[in-house]
């Protein structure tokens, strides 16, 4: 019997030749990854008899979540990590300037198709767009790792959403992955690892596909993938410096589940608070008047995003009394907007422009909502108090979505701000 | 292992963000930080919350972020366990890890509020005291299970490596 991508990785990684669903095995982890989270890791790792990591080269770290520093405690937790990486020979660490992890770390070379990756976040799923089998731990586990790099996994069985069609006029991915959670809820896929496969996918950018694998784990899933093809290998290829192999699924593999979805009835969609699974079509929510747009995160805050929410806006400004938040999610993301003009346009029209970081996505240091008020975000999750006053409501939508709102003031589809 | 104390009832997808929010986590003490324990959800938890209570939920119990925070500051106000419908996988991973005993119990949502509850890590069994029903859990392997005995992965791996 045939095994899925997920399972080849995992079995490879336990050094078995194959593995079956709910099988316990002990991987060799190709890559760790950590931000802040690197500080309490290594307390622990200290703390479990550690002493050096066992392999400094397979571990990535950045600051990311804090930066640059808001408060004195921030700024030692900060400085701790880089004596920490100094004194273990941590060479791939990035330091505040950067970006986001899940930016960075691919635009840096280190994903690779195939890799087994941990990492101390929930969103460390997004490099399964590239074909890896990446999934977020708590750090415990990555002190752990840091001992012996090696960590025990339960081998999840995949579910298959298989998307065919084109997308709708200003329906992108992030449009996809609003329309699974509301369809099939935020629980669908707990413990298990969602491929996306299908001709809407493989017509996607890298970017794109990075939405996607982004919010699978707002399914509850373990891990998400996209098979490596072409696009993948040009992406990666000047990143790494060669053209890395891949791993695909047999063609007798098994999957729990395989979904065709039609990509014609996905609509442009709005998810409503305080779940990402709370997803409507557009026009049910518009009109509802906001107070912040913000545009970022790890989901949405490529260069292809931006581009989306100039050309939306086509120059017009962003509304009176609404706030913009524009967040690029990387320095290399934030170089090539300004190239292309972008940062410029959007500040023109009146948006706040920030520092690649998560910032407003995780309400801890800017761009906190107050009681009462409204935000659209293009970020991942909506959750109660998430980005401030548990008495804020946020809706999470895509690029463009936020953009239109952002010009009129209220939830609005790119359709109706065009030719205001 | 086992544990007896008495309910406190959620309801499903109690997320991270409920359980602690993230406007709280540049407080690096976990003390000060579980003041602010499920404080969206509800109000009274931290005040009432009786050391070696249990919290009993619904589904997808931790769902969100990969913060073991979340984790920590339920341990911090003495939760004696979490038994839910079933857990997000990152959360149960934490609480195994820093030595929360955790439980993924199907019938669970019969319990009330109050009631009595004793947990039987090992046979995997759960007690309602109060109302005399057992529910059978999800059972966790041994090593999993002799982790959250030795107090957490910490202390686990602290033994092993001696
Ligand atoms: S941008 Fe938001 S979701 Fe992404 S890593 Fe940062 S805090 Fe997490």
């Known amino acids: 019997m045939g095994m899925t991508i997920s399972e080849k990785i995992l079995a490879r990684a336990a050094g078995l030749p194959s593995v079956r669903p709910g ?58 990590i880089r004596s920490f990486v100094a004194a273990q020979g941590i060479k791939n660490f990035y330091d505040i300037r ?6 960075v770390i691919p635009e840096k070379g280190h994903v690779r198709p195939g890799w087994l990756i941990v990492g101390t976040d929930s969103h460390t799923t997004t ?70 496969a299908g001709g809407t996918v493989r017509a996607m950018s890298v970017s794109s596909r990075m939405t996607l694998t982004n919010m699978a784990v707002e399914m509850g899933a373990k891990a ?15 990143r790494l410096g060669f053209r890395p192999e891949v791993m695909n699924n047999d063609t007798d593999a098994v999957f729990e589940l395989e979904i065709v979805i039609n990509a014609g009835e996905i609509g442009i969609q709005v998810a409503c608070p305080h779940s ?72 023109e029209a009146g948006a706040v422009i920030c520092n690649p970081t998560c910032g407003a996505c995780i309400g801890a240091q800017m761009g906190l909502l107050a009681p009462g008020e409204v935000c659209i975000a293009s970020s991942n999750r909506n959750f109660k108090g998430r980005m401030g006053s548990q008495d804020a409501e946020v809706y999470l939508a895509s690029p463009a979505v936020v953009a239109a709102s952002a010009v009129a003031g209220l939830i609005a589809g790119p359709e109706e701000v065009a030719g205001k | 292992m086992k544990i007896r104390g008495f309910a406190w009832k959620y309801g ?32 009274d938890f931290v005040s009432k919350f009786r050391p070696g209570d249990v919290i009993v939920a619904g589904r997808n119990f931790g769902c969100g972020s990969s913060r073991e925070n979340a984790a920590d500051v339920l341990k911090e106000l003495g939760v004696g366990a979490v038994v839910a419908e079933s857990f997000a996988r990152i959360f149960f991973r934490n609480a195994i890890n820093i030595g929360l005993p955790v439980l993924e119990c199907e019938g669970c949502g019969k ?3 109050g009631h009595e509850i004793e947990l039987d890590m090992r046979s995997a069994m759960v007690f309602n005291h109060t109302s005399g029903s057992v529910y059978r859990a999800g059972s966790l392997p041994d090593f999993i299970l002799d982790i959250v005995e030795a107090g957490g992965l910490v202390e686990y791996k602290k033994k092993s490596r001696r």
């Open chain 1, 276 to 347: 990402p699974g709370n997803s409507v079509p557009l026009h049910q929510v518009a009109g509802r008047p906001i107070n912040q747009a913000f545009l970022g995160s790890c989901t949405n805050g490529r260069l292809e995003d931006l581009a989306a929410a100039v050309a939306v806006m086509g120059g017009r400004p962003v509304a009176p009394g609404v706030r913009m938040i524009v967040i690029p999610a990387s320095r290399e993301v934030y170089r090539e907007a300004m190239g292309m003009g972008y940062i410029q346009a959007l500040s």
């Open chain 1, 98 to 103: 950067e970006g986001i992890c899940h930016q």
């Open chain 1, 127 to 196: 490099y399964g767009a590239f074909g890896a089998f990446a999934t977020g731990v708590g750090v415990t586990d990555m002190a752990a790792v840091f001992l012996d790099g090696r960590i025990w996994l339960k081998v999840p069985p995949t579910i298959r959403f298989v998307i065919e069609g084109d997308l709708g006029p200003h329906v992108t991915s992030k449009d996809v992955m609003l329309y699974l959670l509301g369809r099939f809820g935020t629980e669908y896929a707990t413990y298990k690892a969602v491929e996306f």
């Open chain 2, 111 to 113: 319990i009330e509020g």
């Open chain 1, 23 to 80: 099988e316990i095995v002990e991987c060799a982890v190709d890559l760790a990854m950590t931000h802040e989270g690197t500080a309490a890791a290594a307390q622990k790792f200290f703390a479990m008899g550690g002493a050096r990591v066992w392999e400094p080269g397979r571990i990535a770290s950045l600051l990311d979540h804090w930066a640059p520093a808001h408060t004195e405690r921030i700024a030692g937790v900060h400085s701790l």
């Open chain 2, 12 to 43: 499903d997808n109690i997320d991270t963000d409920l359980i602690i929010p993230g406007k709280y986590l540049d407080i690096g003490d976990v003390r000060e930080l579980a003041r602010h324990a499920m404080e969206g959800l509800d109000p």
């Open chain 1, 224 to 238: 998400g993938i996209v098979a490596p093809d072409d696009k993948t290998l040009d992406w990666l290829e000047p």
